[in-house]
């Protein structure tokens, strides 16, 4: 079964640092990868997925994740964090399922921007 | 375009009463899931319905939860009769079927709370 590991639960980081959210799966073949992010009253919205190709993948609100196979990992990056961007992420890997994707999730991280 | 609406946002209900959460996912999307967050655990998928069809159901939790969506178009599930561990937010998402790239569009979640 698959399953994904988000170590940190929360991280606070000051408004300006770069930013590491860890992310490690375990699946047995390739997976899709995504990071979703919920901010405080809204639905989950994602910021990047890595289905396949570079290894390194660009998202919205200026993060990218690096697909790591020897490390089955997929770690969000952000060189310099906005106060905007206190929310939870959720890492999640899909397998296909009758067209979908079906998403098993992380428990979270939980990041605070210190200003 | 609207993106996925769920309805109501919040409900309180007593332990033994009938819950029905509503899901209306962005026109053109076949698929339809379904997911759940207890307090302080990982979001877990419930279902997935292809059109008015059940695809996969091997996430719901227990009899006591029913998932329809007629004529596959809005989706409802109902909780009944409600149990304390079944607060948590419902998310429902939807996505098209086309290829393997697709991806699932997260409405802003229903939080139950029963009491």
């Known amino acids: 079964a698959q399953s994904v590991t988000q170590p940190d639960i929360h991280i606070t980081v000051s408004e300006g640092a770069s930013l590491e959210l860890r992310c490690n799966y375990s699946?047995?073949?390739?997976?899709?990868l995504f990071w979703y992010v919920q901010s405080p009253g809204q639905g989950l919205q994602l910021l990047l997925k890595?289905?396949?190709?570079?290894?390194l993948v660009q998202g919205i609100k200026g993060f990218e994740a690096e697909f790591k196979r020897s490390q089955s990992s997929f770690n969000l990056r952000k060189p310099s964090v906005h106060w905007s961007d206190a929310a939870e992420y959720f890492c999640?890997?899909?397998?296909?399922?009758?067209?979908?994707?079906?998403?098993?999730f992380g428990t979270g991280t939980q990041l605070k921007v210190e200003l | 375009e609207a993106g996925v609406t769920q309805f109501p946002s919040h409900s309180v209900i007593e332990k033994g009463q009938t819950v029905t959460l509503r899901c209306d996912p962005i026109?053109?999307?076949?698929?339809l899931y379904w997911y759940r967050r207890v307090m302080g655990k990982e979001i877990k998928f419930l279902l997935h319905?292809?059109?008015?069809?059940?695809?996969?159901e091997s996430g719901m939790p227990n009899n006591r939860f029913l998932a329809e969506r007629t004529g596959g178009t809005y989706s409802t599930l109902k909780v009944q009769p409600a149990e304390l561990e079944d607060s948590g937010v419902y998310f429902c998402?939807?996505?098209?079927?086309?290829?393997?790239?697709?991806?699932?569009?997260f409405g802003q979640g229903t939080r139950l709370t029963v009491v």
């Open positions: 890595y289905f396949s190709g570079d290894t």
């Open positions: 999640a890997v899909a397998r296909r399922a009758g067209g979908g994707n079906k998403l098993t």
């Open positions: 699946y047995g073949a390739t997976p899709y």
């Open positions: 998402a939807s996505s098209q079927v086309r290829g393997k790239n697709t991806e699932a569009f």
């Open positions: 026109s053109g999307h076949d698929n």
């Open positions: 319905f292809v059109k008015e069809s059940k695809q996969d």
